[in-house]
């Protein structure tokens, strides 16, 4: 089953932030972002700017714009941050006529709002005027509530953390439309994370369905990607040299880090001259938690999945040891479908990334997809049921070939 895209409205009275958590929540997740205040007529804003406040008369065109906003993204399956101050319950019902919102309400005291506005120059809300916001205020009953006096990277890294983790479905006419979609996507996310943190972890897929994307990524936006602060990883490996022409590592190399400017010291293949092939797993284990941390799996920024017909995802297949694996990170990986031996992250070090991305296309996926989504698929017999990003969102990224069994919710 489909699912609707996540169109997020951060709700709250001027000087609660709507703006720069709109502003930032969007750069982190690579979604456009709408700020309401930019739809008010002009005689609204005059009247704002002279310290009138409006009616609900003069917000009903204005409220109007904007569904009308959030129900073309929700038709073209856009994921969307909006910012808003929707106050009442009533504006708040006339937004979510016939779509599915997600409520940030950012919440805090008069106060802290008020020496906030007081600093402000442009904006056109007067802190003499919060007060009659905060009188109209009735609090959203359905909205995840951020106190806004934390830091607003600290309140990104919490939204982000408890939007719906549910997967979302993309769905484009070929492979060549979902590359380049998906390379547009992945370009926001980097750019986000390079922006918040500094640099940008990257798991790559093995298979074919990603060498468009790789392509893509490496081509048209070569010159936006900050490569020297992006590193890549590997999701999963044959256990083969990394030369061999199964390797995943060398088609990746061959499709995209060999045509862009990314230090060597920033990709990190798993080491398949280890042997045997647990004293690999356990080797880049150890890496993945020298470059993230030792917490509790690797937060990668990106992490890019393919399914198998069978619905297995990176080399996590039905019915082996590693669908079982809770706690290691990486494992050995073999099963009668593939008598090559692997390597693989397990389902649960996966599921630590903030974006995944799955890429699926053609017909003879289109079984496993049904399967990887339906909400009571069972993991152990379709592991990519279960992809979830414990701190982030999943994107299925298909083509309608692979789509075809799916239905919109
Ligand atoms: C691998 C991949 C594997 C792949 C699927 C889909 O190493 O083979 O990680 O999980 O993503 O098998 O492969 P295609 O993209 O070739 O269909």
């Given at each position: 089953?489909?699912?609707?895209?996540?169109?997020?409205?951060?709700?709250?009275v001027?000087?609660?932030?709507?703006?720069?958590i709109?502003?930032?929540?969007?750069?982190?997740?690579?979604?456009?972002?709408l700020?309401?205040?930019?739809?008010?007529?002009?005689?609204?804003?005059?009247?704002?700017?002279?310290?009138?406040?409006?009616?609900?008369?003069?917000?009903?065109?204005?409220?109007?714009?904007?569904?009308a906003?959030?129900t073309?993204?929700?038709?073209?399956?856009?994921?969307?941050?909006?910012?808003?101050?929707?106050l009442?319950?009533?504006?708040?019902?006339?937004?979510?006529?016939?779509?599915?919102?997600?409520?940030?309400?950012?919440?805090?005291?008069?106060a802290?709002?008020?020496?906030?506005?007081?600093?402000r120059?442009?904006?056109?809300m007067?802190?003499?005027?919060?007060?009659?916001?905060?009188?109209?205020?009735?609090?959203?009953?359905?909205?995840i509530?951020?106190?806004a006096?934390?830091?607003?990277?600290a309140?990104v890294?919490?939204?982000?953390?408890?939007?719906p983790?549910?997967?979302?479905?993309?769905?484009?006419?070929?492979?060549d439309?979902?590359s380049?979609?998906?390379?547009?996507?992945?370009v926001?996310?980097?750019?986000?994370?390079?922006?918040?943190?500094g640099?940008?972890?990257?798991?790559?897929?093995?298979?074919?369905?990603?060498?468009?994307?790789?392509?893509?990524?490496?081509?048209?936006?070569?010159?936006?990607?900050?490569?020297?602060?992006?590193?890549?990883?590997?999701?999963?490996?044959?256990?083969v040299?990394?030369?061999?022409?199964?390797?995943?590592?060398?088609?990746?190399?061959?499709?995209?880090?060999?045509?862009?400017?990314?230090?060597?010291s920033?990709?990190?293949?798993?080491?398949t001259?280890?042997?045997?092939?647990?004293?690999?797993?356990?080797?880049?284990?150890?890496?993945?938690?020298?470059h993230?941390?030792?917490?509790?799996?690797?937060?990668?920024?990106?992490?890019?999945?393919?399914?198998g017909?069978?619905?297995?995802?990176a080399?996590v297949?039905?019915?082996?040891?590693?669908?079982?694996?809770?706690?290691?990170?990486?494992?050995?990986?073999?099963t009668?479908?593939?008598?090559?031996?692997?390597l693989?992250?397990?389902?649960?070090?996966?599921?630590?990334?903030?974006?995944?991305?799955?890429?699926?296309?053609?017909?003879?996926?289109?079984?496993?997809?049904?399967?990887?989504?339906?909400?009571?698929?069972?993991?152990?017999?379709?592991p990519?049921?279960?992809?979830?990003?414990?701190?982030?969102?999943?994107l299925?990224?298909?083509?309608?070939?692979?789509?075809?069994?799916?239905?919109?919710?």
């Amino acid at each position: 089953m489909a699912v609707d895209p996540l169109i997020v409205i951060l709700v709250g009275v001027s000087g609660s932030g709507k703006s720069t958590i709109g502003t930032r929540l969007a750069r982190q997740m690579g979604w456009p972002f709408l700020e309401g205040d930019t739809l008010h007529s002009p005689a609204s804003i005059d009247k704002m700017s002279r310290g009138i406040p409006l009616t609900d008369e003069d917000r009903r065109p204005w409220l109007s714009e904007i569904h009308a906003r959030i129900t073309d993204a929700a038709r073209r399956g856009v994921d969307l941050v909006i910012a808003c101050s929707a106050l009442k319950q009533e504006y708040r019902q006339t937004l979510e006529r016939g779509v599915a919102l997600t409520w940030v309400h950012l919440k805090g005291s008069e106060a802290l709002f008020r020496s906030r506005l007081q600093q402000r120059t442009a904006h056109v809300m007067k802190a003499d005027m919060l007060a009659s916001q905060f009188d109209a205020l009735e609090e959203p009953s359905n909205a995840i509530v951020i106190d806004a006096s934390a830091t607003p990277d600290a309140i990104v890294e919490q939204l982000v953390r408890q939007l719906p983790a549910e997967g979302r479905l993309r769905v484009a006419a070929d492979v060549d439309e979902l590359s380049a979609k998906a390379a547009a996507a992945a370009v926001e996310i980097i750019e986000c994370a390079v922006a918040a943190r500094g640099r940008c972890s990257v798991a790559l897929s093995g298979g074919d369905t990603p060498r468009g994307f790789h392509r893509v990524l490496g081509s048209q936006f070569r010159a936006r990607v900050p490569w020297a602060q992006v590193h890549f990883f590997w999701g999963d490996e044959r256990y083969v040299p990394l030369d061999h022409a199964d390797s995943n590592y060398r088609m990746a190399r061959e499709t995209l880090l060999d045509h862009v400017p990314c230090p060597p010291s920033n990709i990190h293949p798993m080491p398949t001259h280890l042997s045997p092939a647990a004293a690999a797993a356990a080797a880049y284990e150890k890496a993945l938690r020298e470059h993230f941390g030792d917490g509790v799996g690797p937060a990668f920024d990106l992490n890019i999945l393919g399914i198998g017909e069978d619905a297995h995802t990176a080399s996590v297949f039905a019915g082996s040891p590693a669908v079982e694996e809770q706690e290691r990170w990486v494992v050995d990986a073999h099963t009668d479908a593939d008598p090559q031996l692997r390597l693989t992250l397990t389902l649960p070090a996966l599921s630590h990334s903030t974006n995944i991305f799955v890429l699926v296309a053609g017909a003879a996926k289109a079984g496993a997809l049904r399967h990887a989504l339906a909400a009571d698929s069972d993991p152990h017999l379709y592991p990519a049921a279960g992809i979830r990003s414990a701190h982030g969102t999943v994107l299925w990224w298909a083509d309608s070939a692979s789509a075809r069994f799916i239905r919109p919710s």
